[in-house]
């Protein structure tokens, strides 16, 4: 059984990091892409990031320079690293695995002062 399970959200201030983690189990973790969506308050859920088995990356233009997406195959977890964020980067963020079309709970990230 898939399962992937979000850690690392919280407040922070503007211009602030975070750190999102995603555990996953139940597949060969490294044979396969994985992805992070957002989706805030009253918008569709959209792509932020993804990275493929071979490691190459690709981002949403709104947060290109300001993210990076990482994965460590050894403890089957991929990372999101937030910095300078934004207001408008608040939503609930949600770790996928496109090849099982499998979700994770979601995790509120909110930036504000």
Known sequence: ?????????GL???GGSL???CAASGFTFSNYAMSW???????ERELVANIRSGGITNYADSVKGRFT?????????????????KPEDT???YCKTPRFNAWGQGIQVTVSS
């Open 37 to 43: 969506y957002r989706q805030a308050p009253g918008k």
């Open 91 to 93: 939503a609930v963020y």
């Open 19 to 21: 750190r999102l983690s």
């Open 69 to 85: 997406i990482s994965r460590d195959n050894a403890k089957n977890t991929v990372y999101l690293q937030m910095n300078s964020l």
């Open 12 to 14: 922070v201030q503007p």
């Open 1 to 9: 059984q898939v399962q992937l399970v979000e850690s690392g959200g």
